[in-house]
Nanobody, 124 residues
Framework: QVQLVESGGGLVQAGGSLRLSCAAS????????MGWFRQAPGKEREFVAA????????YYSGSVNRRFTISRDNAKNTVYLQMNSLNPEDTAVYYC?????????????????WGQGTQVTVSS
């Protein structure tokens, strides 16, 4: 079992930055690939970014590529999402998720554990 707790969300003006954190408890955090997803009101949950278990490989959706950076610190059992150049379209609840194995990083159904989410609101 892995428990995930997100933090760092909030209200920010367009063009600003936020750093989300996801703290994991449980066993063998470094066995899990980690992903960030987001869900805006009335929309489906969508992939944002993912990082391999070692941290050596990262993936991004096209809408956040070059603005967001995912990273992890296995010594601290934490994954981060640095978000720069935010715009109102980034407003959503952001979730972190953990999975073991597999080559796919983008599908919601392949993740085994989810956090409760943290709200990010970007004002224009």
């Amino acid at each position: 079992q892995v428990q995930l707790v997100e933090s760092g969300g909030g209200l920010v003006q367009a063009g600003g930055s936020l750093r989300l954190s996801c703290a994991a408890s449980g066993r063998s955090f470094n066995n899990y690939a980690m992903g960030w997803f987001r869900q805006a009101p009335g929309k489906e949950r969508e992939f944002v970014a993912a990082v391999s278990s070692s941290g050596g490989i990262t993936y991004y959706s096209g809408s956040v590529n070059r603005r967001f950076t995912i990273s992890r610190d296995n010594a601290k059992n934490t994954v981060y999402l640095q978000m720069n150049s935010l715009n109102p379209e980034d407003t959503a609840v952001y979730y972190c998720a953990a999975k073991v194995g597999g080559a796919d990083y983008r599908g919601t159904s392949i993740y085994d554990y989810w956090g409760q989410g943290t709200q990010v609101t970007v004002s224009s």
